[in-house]
């Protein structure tokens, strides 16, 4: 090991140890870089498609097909005419409780949310549509180290499309450590 310490650099180099050591480094680099990689935001349309807040949708079921993270969006895509969108506390939730809530969503039936607490957040509809099903109850976390949407073993330069910055940086540390290494 303490031949690391050759001032000598091709001595350096063909000591085993020194390499290992060095590409040690450089993958502990590499994954430091791609895991603060910021995960795009989702846009999560509630029921699944683009005009599902309606009755009769289980929203439970589509809900814990989701994972949603602090920074993404709610999509409500409904009939203005008929349904609304509330955000409102548990109790109200549970319930239907269409008064007193939180905050009234309802715009034009293209309505959008943000996400911004990582904590349960409950909608439903107004007009009685809660208790024909108009209810969903979410749960949003921080967000994710890993981007998770691009599958396992981010290494796969997943960086390259949203961050051209570090995918360069990532470049120059491998092209400088192969021209050491001749
Ligand atoms: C909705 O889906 C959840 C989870 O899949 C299930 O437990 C529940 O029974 C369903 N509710 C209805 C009314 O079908
Ligand atoms: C939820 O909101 C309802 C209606 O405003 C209110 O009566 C109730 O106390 C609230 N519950 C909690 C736990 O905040
Ligand atoms: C929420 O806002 C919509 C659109 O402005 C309105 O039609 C609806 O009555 C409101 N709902 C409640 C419960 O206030
Ligand atoms: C959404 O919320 C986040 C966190 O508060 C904020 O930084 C962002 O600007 C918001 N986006 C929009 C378009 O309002």
Redesign the pocket.
């Known amino acids: 090991m303490l031949k690391c310490a050759s001032f000598n650099w091709r001595q350096f180099w063909r000591e085993k140890e020194c390499v290992k050591i060095i590409l040690a480094c450089l993958v502990l680099l590499m994954v430091t870089v791609v895991n603060t990689e910021s995960r795009q935001p989702v846009l999560h349309r509630v029921g699944g498609g683009r005009f599902t807040w309606k009755p009769n949708v ?5 809900a ?1 097909h989701e994972q949603f993270y602090v920074g993404d969006w709610l999509y409500f895509g409904f009939n203005k005419q008929l349904y609304t969108v509330l955000e409102v506390n548990k109790t109200s939730y549970r319930d239907c409780i269409d008064e007193n809530f939180i905050k009234n969503i309802t715009k034009g039936g293209r309505d959008v949310f943000n996400l911004t607490e990582a904590k349960p957040y409950y909608f439903i509809s107004s007009r009685g549509y809660c208790f024909k ?1 108009m209810k969903v109850a979410i749960v949003v976390q921080d967000s994710p180290p890993f981007p998770l949407t691009n599958g396992y073993l981010p290494i796969t330069i997943s960086s390259a499309s949203n961050s051209p910055g570090k995918f360069v940086l990532l470049v120059m540390v491998a092209s400088t450590s192969a021209w050491m290494l001749l």
């Open positions: 289980n929203f439970t079921d589509w814990i099903g």
